[in-house]
Antibody, heavy 121, light 108 residues
Framework: EVQLVESGGGLVQPGGSLRLSCAASGFTFSSYWMSWVRQAPGKGLEWVAN????????YYVDSVKGRFTISRDNAKNSLYLQMNSLRAEDTAVYYC??????????????WGQGTLVTVSS | EIVMTQSPATLSVSPGERATLSCRAS??????LAWYQQKPGQAPRLLIYGASTRATGIPARFSGSGSGTEFTLTISSLQSEDFAVYYCQQYNNWPQYTFGQGTKLEIK
């Protein structure tokens, strides 16, 4: 069974930093692109960043470029999101999500339960 | 950026009836369109990909259609567990994925 479990969320002051983690199991983690998707309270979904299977390619939504860094450790089956210079508008539930394959592109076929990040003084 | 627009924002339908949700892309996304269902306090769940292919375990009452810029999600006979928020998402402009703003399907 595919499982994605996020952790690391919490309350942080504006300008602060936080590192999110996502533990993957039930599939060959190193074979998939992985993404972070966020959802502000009462709002819709926003893709944040993704990373290639070997970590050699990374992409970000414009609003987080230069502040967030996505990374992965295939030996630990884990995905990370380092968030620096946090702003109030970064407040959201952050989801880890698995992307479909090149052969069968699907969007995001599995999601974690999410971790809440609150940026407030 | 490809903008995805869903309509209506809220749809009120009675159990057992048909629901039709729409999604429009600001430019062609071919068939690279997915639909998700999200219930309160839960993560989104993939329903449809490739505009019309049901994901694993999704009941046959869910169907998707369309290509290019106009897409539809149809739920043929609403069950109580289907009342939720539905999002469309394009993945044609990879990796700049974009979602629609959502349609809330509520009980009439």
């Amino acid at each position: 069974e595919v499982q994605l479990v996020e952790s690391g969320g919490g309350l942080v002051q504006p300008g602060g930093s936080l590192r999110l983690s996502c533990a993957a199991s039930g599939f060959t983690f190193s074979s998939y692109w992985m993404s972070w998707v966020r959802q502000a309270p009462g709002k819709g979904l926003e893709w944040v960043a993704n990373i290639k299977q070997d970590g050699s390619e990374k992409y970000y939504v414009d609003s987080v470029k230069g502040r967030f860094t996505i990374s992965r450790d295939n030996a630990k089956n884990s995905l990370y999101l380092q968030m620096n210079s946090l702003r109030a508008e970064d407040t959201a539930v952050y989801y880890c999500a698995r992307e479909g394959t090149v052969v069968t592109p699907t969007g995001f076929d599995y999601w974690g339960q999410g971790t809440l990040v609150t940026v407030s003084s | 950026e490809i903008v995805m627009t869903q309509s209506p924002a809220t749809l009120s339908v009675s159990p057992g009836e048909r629901a039709t949700l729409s999604c429009r892309a600001s430019q062609s996304v071919s068939s690279n369109l997915a639909w998700y269902q999200q219930k309160p306090g839960q993560a989104p769940r993939l329903l449809i990909y490739g505009a019309s292919t049901r994901a694993t375990g999704i009941p046959a009452r869910f169907s998707g259609s369309g290509s290019g810029t106009e897409f539809t999600l149809t739920i043929s006979s609403l069950q109580s567990e289907d009342f939720a928020v539905y999002y469309c998402q394009q993945y044609n402009n990879w990796p700049q994925y974009t979602f629609g703003q959502g349609t809330k399907l509520e009980i009439k």
